[in-house]
Structure formats: structure tokens, C-alpha cells
């Protein structure tokens, strides 16, 4: 299927912006993959545990011939390769986190895959790179991505470029 999809990017280990353009060249590097759009860098605080660096993220629109669960093996590729370690420590810090937000309209419930991607409507730092890129989406609860980002508390957000 050839519809939009909407990953997430973040980072707060190592250098960030460089591994945060690296994941998106490796995404641009699948024949599968198609990169339409990527949001601006943003800074944010953690959320979680308040004793780790800040974030680096951003979102980006691609379209891919790839279903979830083949998108989701590739992007934790991608994830190891820049070194990330799943600990099994909660909302720790991590060197590439890419996340599946948004599959088109598709609602998924799968033991490794929930789609839409889960507290996205609290997470100012993917709504408002979203919001940048796709400003008229219909979110899949059928209200505007405007209202979510409105709902949404924006304090320690901010856009690098
Ligand atoms: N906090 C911010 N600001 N950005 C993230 O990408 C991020 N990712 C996470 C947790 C630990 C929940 N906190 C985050 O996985």
C-alpha cells in the first residue's frame, strides 16, 4: 500500500542530529521506502525520567510497498546499528529511537506494534513536527491534528531548524 507513514525520530545519547540524518539516509536506503518530507530538529525535555539529556526529534513522511511488521523489523535494524540497546529500563536514554506513528489510516493492535504509536496525543515533540509536516491530518480518532496539538502541553519544545 502506498500511503502516507509518519516516523518518529528521537535521540539524547551521542550526537544526535548526526544520528537522527543518518537514520533517515538509512530509511532512504530501502527500495521499499520513498522519503516524502522531514520535519524540522527539535529540542526537547525528556519525558519520563528527568535525569537524562534532552531530546533531539523530528518526524518524517514516507511511502512504502512494506506492511507494519516488516517497516517495524526494518526501523529496529536501523535502531541497532546506531548502537541502541534495549535495557529494559523504562523510558531510559537512548542513542536512535524510531517509532512507527502512523501507518495511514490503520489502526493496529498487535503484541509488538500498536498503531497509532501510544501517548502520541501527550508527546508535544511528535505531534508538533507532525502537525509541520502533514497541518490538515485527520487523526485516527477522527478529530484535526490542530485539535490534538492544542490539547497538548508545547513547554520545553523548541525548533533548531
Ligand atoms: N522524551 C522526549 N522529549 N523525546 C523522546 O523522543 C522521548 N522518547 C522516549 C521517552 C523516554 C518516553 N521520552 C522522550 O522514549
Given at each position: 500500500m502506498i500511503?502516507?507513514?509518519?516516523?518518529?525520530?528521537?535521540?539524547?545519547?551521542?550526537?544526535?542530529?548526526n544520528?537522527?540524518s543518518?537514520?533517515?539516509?538509512?530509511?532512504?536506503e530501502?527500495?521499499?521506502?520513498?522519503?516524502?518530507?522531514?520535519?524540522s530538529?527539535?529540542?526537547?525535555?525528556?519525558?519520563g525520567?528527568?535525569?537524562?539529556?534532552?531530546?533531539?526529534?523530528?518526524?518524517?513522511?514516507?511511502?512504502t510497498?512494506?506492511?507494519?511488521?516488516?517497516?517495524?523489523?526494518?526501523?529496529?535494524?536501523i535502531?541497532?546499528?546506531h548502537?541502541r540497546e534495549?535495557?529494559g529500563?523504562?523510558?531510559?536514554p537512548r542513542?536512535?529511537?524510531l517509532?512507527?506513528?502512523?501507518y495511514?489510516?490503520?489502526?493496529?493492535?498487535?503484541?509488538?506494534?500498536?498503531?497509532p504509536?501510544?501517548?502520541?496525543?501527550?508527546?508535544?515533540?511528535v505531534?508538533?513536527?507532525?502537525?509541520?509536516?502533514?497541518?490538515?491530518?485527520i487523526?485516527?480518532?477522527?478529530?484535526?491534528?490542530?485539535?490534538w496539538?492544542?490539547?497538548?502541553?508545547l513547554?520545553g519544545?523548541?525548533?533548531l531548524?
Amino acid at each position: 500500500m502506498i500511503e502516507p507513514v509518519y516516523i518518529g525520530l528521537g535521540s539524547n545519547l551521542g550526537d544526535s542530529e548526526n544520528t537522527i540524518s543518518d537514520a533517515v539516509n538509512a530509511l532512504s536506503e530501502s527500495a521499499d521506502i520513498t522519503i516524502n518530507a522531514v520535519s524540522s530538529l527539535y529540542k526537547s525535555a525528556p519525558m519520563g525520567p528527568k535525569n537524562q539529556p534532552d531530546y533531539f526529534n523530528a518526524v518524517c513522511e514516507i511511502s512504502t510497498s512494506l506492511d507494519p511488521i516488516e517497516l517495524l523489523d526494518l526501523c529496529q535494524n536501523i535502531e541497532s546499528t546506531h548502537g541502541r540497546e534495549r535495557k529494559g529500563e523504562r523510558w531510559g536514554p537512548r542513542t536512535l529511537d524510531l517509532d512507527i506513528l502512523l501507518y495511514s489510516t490503520n489502526t493496529i493492535n498487535e503484541e509488538r506494534l500498536t498503531i497509532p504509536h501510544a501517548g502520541i496525543a501527550q508527546r508535544e515533540f511528535v505531534l508538533v513536527p507532525l502537525f509541520e509536516l502533514a497541518p490538515t491530518l485527520i487523526m485516527p480518532d477522527g478529530r484535526p491534528i490542530a485539535k490534538w496539538v492544542a490539547d497538548c502541553s508545547l513547554d520545553g519544545l523548541s525548533r533548531l531548524r
